[in-house]
């Protein structure tokens, strides 16, 4: 059983305009959710996260939304950069992390 | 520069074969992870340890083991390998800190198994 889900397996984006990404879970005990990245043949590296008492964080060109009462999550690019094409995960944590299932964001100069 | 190195990126063994995948990190950091990767599937975690002989399923341990004798290094062992062990392997570390178990994860480049 997925708790965390990107339903979106890929996305396709031009440069300069906004990416957004989306996350859904399901267990309302998630308290602490987190953005990685991945680009191919490397391993996931931190982006972003939001505790589950904000409902925004940003930083920089990265903002991650918190929507506990939606159960979703979603990390707005702003703009984006072809240098952001990889595959991002979300992850939730209430003890360990959970992975939801990666989006392939692509963009296009 | 702060690590977690993997000592091999790519290997192919053959069905029933023993695997060891190492993992050592350099961050002091009390916790490790194994996950694996998989196409539609995501990041599931196999074991992970809080400290040194400590160890704790995850999600998917069926068929793989672990050992962690010193706090820097986790290894992972594929008893007899099957074909559908076929992937790319994970090891993360963190800190323990304020947040247990689930502080910021630092990831190696990852081991790619293929098992024919």
């Known amino acids: 059983d997925q708790q965390v889900k990107q339903n979106s397996p890929s996305l396709s984006v031009q440069e300069g305009r906004i990416s957004i990404l989306n996350c859904d879970y399901t267990n309302s005990m998630f308290d602490y959710f987190l953005w990685y990245k991945k680009y191919p043949a490397e391993g996931p590296t931190f982006l972003i996260s939001i505790s589950s008492i904000k409902d925004k964080n940003e930083d920089g060109r990265f903002t991650v939304f918190l929507n506990k009462s939606a159960k979703h999550l979603s990390l707005h690019i702003v703009p984006s950069q072809p240098g952001d094409s990889a595959v991002y995960f979300c992850a939730a944590s209430s003890g360990k992390l959970i992975f939801g299932q990666g989006t392939e964001l692509s963009v296009k100069p | 520069d702060v690590k977690v190195t993997q000592s091999s990126r790519y290997l192919v063994k053959r069905t029933g074969e023993k695997v060891f995948l190492e993992c050592v990190q350099d961050?002091?950091?009390?916790?490790m992870f194994w996950y694996r990767q998989d196409p539609g599937l995501g990041l599931r975690l196999i074991y992970f340890?809080?400290?040194?002989?400590?160890?704790e399923k995850g999600d998917i341990p069926e068929g793989y083991s672990v050992s962690r004798e010193k706090k820097e290094r986790f290894s992972l062992i594929l008893e007899s390998a099957s074909t559908n062990q076929t992937s790319m392997y994970l090891c993360?570390?963190?800190?323990?800190?304020?947040?247990?178990?689930?502080?910021?994860?630092?990831f190696g480049e990852g081991s790619r198994l293929t098992v024919l």
């Open positions: 340890s809080y400290d040194v002989k400590m160890k």
């Open positions: 961050m002091d950091h009390e916790n």
């Open positions: 993360a570390s963190s800190s323990s800190g304020a947040r247990g178990q689930t502080g910021e994860l630092f």
